[in-house]
Nanobody, 119 residues
Framework: QVQLVESGGGLVQPGGSLRLSCVSSISRDAMGWYRQAPGKQREMVAA???????IYADSVKGRFTISRDIAKNTVYLQMNSLNPDDTANYYCSAGWTSYSGRSYTPRYWGQGTQVTVSS
């Protein structure tokens, strides 16, 4: 059974940092992070493909960094300068990027890890 397991979520003060990790039982071209806050649609945060190309949501550019260890089937999300709007359940995923590398299509999902930014 395909399994993606996230870790690293928690409670952090505004301006603080967290680093999320996700280990996948399978290897795919790309991995990415989505988030969903109560009452809002799930949105893509960042994605990275096997060539190292990255995609970021405008809201996190300059603050979040996605990276990947392909050999370990692991993806990371370094989150800096966190604010309350970043509060959400963060989901790891595995999938594919488009031919252009400008879009990401998730196929497999983790269970999520909660990130809460509050003073």
């Amino acid at each position: 059974q395909v399994q993606l397991v996230e870790s690293g979520g928690g409670l952090v003060q505004p301006g603080g940092s967290l680093r999320l990790s996700c280990v996948s039982s399978i290897s795919r071209d790309a991995m990415g992070w989505y988030r969903q806050a109560p009452g809002k649609q799930r949105e893509m945060v960042a994605a990275i493909n096997s060539g190292g190309s990255t995609i970021y949501a405008d809201s996190v550019k300059g603050r979040f960094t996605i990276s990947r260890d392909i050999a370990k089937n692991t993806v990371y999300l370094q989150m800096n300068s966190l604010n309350p709007d970043d509060t959400a359940n963060y989901y790891c995923s595995a999938g594919w990027t488009s031919y252009s590398g400008r879009s990401y299509t998730p196929r497999y999902w983790g269970q999520g890890t909660q990130v809460t930014v509050s003073s």
